[in-house]
């Protein structure tokens, strides 16, 4: 059996656009941080937690703590959900539909979504949850 990841938004998903949104104004909402570049390859590494960490060490002199790591990234994935909500859903990306439906059926593969704001898991319980159901709208479109 083999495993394959997807990322969501950007593979999955057409939602870069709300990734950014959503990243910015959660750091906006949780520390007040504004005038962030969203030009994400100017970042020393370019992943979600490390962005974050950087703008956060910057802004501040030192970095945060855990607590305040999962603060911002539960702020981060409430705006996600909520963005996606107002939108009426994500846009898949073409024949990401197609692909997830062939991967699912074959008792060869299984399929894992990983997400940059969640680190060090694929998905706690509840994010799986609203993951697996955006996922599952993908394969229904």
Request: with cysteine; glycine share 4%.
């Amino acid at each position: 059996m083999k495993l394959v990841m997807f990322d969501i938004d950007g593979t999955l998903t057409e939602s870069n656009s709300l990734d950014d949104e959503s990243y910015l104004q959660a750091l906006h909402e949780v520390f007040g941080f504004s005038q962030i570049s969203n030009d994400w390859t100017s970042y020393t590494h370019v992943t979600d937690v490390c962005i974050f960490q950087e703008v956060y060490q910057s802004q501040l002199g030192y970095f945060p703590s855990s607590i305040e790591v999962e603060t911002f990234q539960k702020r981060f994935l409430k705006l996600l959900i909520d963005g996606a909500k107002a939108r009426d859903g994500v846009k898949a990306v073409p024949g990401a539909s197609d692909i997830l439906k062939k991967l699912l059926a074959s008792p060869d593969y299984q399929v894992a979504y990983v997400a940059q704001q969640i680190p060090h898991v694929l998905f706690r319980f509840r994010d799986f949850l609203w993951c697996r159901s955006l996922v599952n709208a993908l394969l229904f479109q």
